[in-house]
């Protein structure tokens, strides 16, 4: 299937538009890392070869840049989604803090990431969070365990069934 065709024969030039429609569909490699789809929010886990075991995006599942173009119940669930997920990472993770990143430049479309970050790893303080980012993405860097990523998404899963994101679907 030519990926660049959505439901309907309609144009997907969005990549965050299209993954959310690849996840839909079991069996995928996007459905096996995707945590919760509700009414408003989206939750995957960074696809393989991921950075970092546990580097989560929350997605907007309408089409929007970001917040300053949020819908009024996009803008009042977003804090609780955030609070929720960012939770979560840590509880499963022991991670020291959760970084939180949002640019919608590679792609116009709500994908914050949600980074567990551990003190005693150098290498992923701050800004050096996207060296290490590049130098995975380039094959420099070792990624994340596979199995150890599909253990922490069926975690989160869990959590976030028991833990709704405040919304419905
Ligand atoms: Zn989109």
Do not use: N
């Not at 669930?77 to 959760?98: N, Y």
């Amino acid at each position: 299937m030519d990926q660049s065709v959505g439901h309907g024969g309609v144009p997907v030039a969005c990549d965050i538009c299209r993954i959310h429609e690849v996840a839909a569909q079991s069996g995928s490699d996007f459905a096996a890392l995707e945590c919760h789809r509700g009414q408003h929010w989206l939750v995957r886990h960074h696809p393989l070869p991921a950075p970092l075991v546990g580097w989560t995006f929350l997605c907007a599942v309408r089409h929007v840049q970001g917040p300053a173009d949020f819908s009024d119940a996009e803008a009042d669930g977003f804090g609780r989604a955030l609070h929720t997920v960012s939770r979560a990472i840590r509880e499963i993770t022991g991670c020291d803090r959760v970084y939180a990143i949002a640019f919608g430049q590679g792609a116009p479309h709500l994908h914050m990431h949600l980074i567990p970050r551990f003190d005693a790893v150098e290498g992923t303080r701050a800004w050096q969070v996207a060296d290490w980012y590049r130098a995975v993405e380039r094959g420099e860097h070792a990624p994340a365990d596979p199995v150890a990523v599909a253990h922490f998404v069926g975690r989160l899963r869990e959590i976030l069934v028991k833990s709704p994101l405040g919304e419905r679907g």
